[in-house]
């Protein structure tokens, strides 16, 4: 089993920014993927960006340009640095890990966009 601990949300104002970090308990070197999925009320589970152990990024078209994804793999944590956000971009965002043939989801961490 692999913990996935999730901070750095909160309320913020439209233009503003955070940066959300993903601790996990498992060396994340080992994983095929790290990302980072959000889901607004009503709404599916979204992909916003991953980065693979190779280090390829891929982004969700709403969020490139303003969001960075990042891994730190001596720290077992993944970052997504989120800059000019959006009213739309208010959700809760999942921190994802994918090990060979097993994937852990964290609890989430709510970001909330103020206009």
């Known amino acids: 089993q692999v913990q996935l601990v999730e901070s750095g949300g909160g309320l913020v104002q439209a233009g503003g920014s955070l940066r959300l970090s993903c601790a996990a308990s498992?060396?994340?070197?080992?994983?095929?993927?790290m990302a980072w999925y959000r889901q607004a009320p009503g709404k599916e589970r979204e992909l916003v960006a991953e980065?693979?152990?190779?280090?390829?990024?891929n982004y969700a078209e709403s969020v490139k340009g303003r969001f960075t994804i990042s891994r730190d793999n001596a720290k077992n944590t993944v970052y997504v640095q989120m800059n000019n956000l959006k009213p739309e971009d208010t959700a809760v965002y999942y921190c994802?890990?994918?090990?060979?043939?097993?994937?852990?989801w964290g609890q989430g961490t709510q970001v909330t966009v103020s206009s």
């Open positions: 994802f890990a994918g090990y060979q043939g097993l994937g852990y």
């Open positions: 980065v693979t152990r190779g280090g390829t990024t």
């Open positions: 498992r060396k994340i070197s080992s994983t095929r993927v």
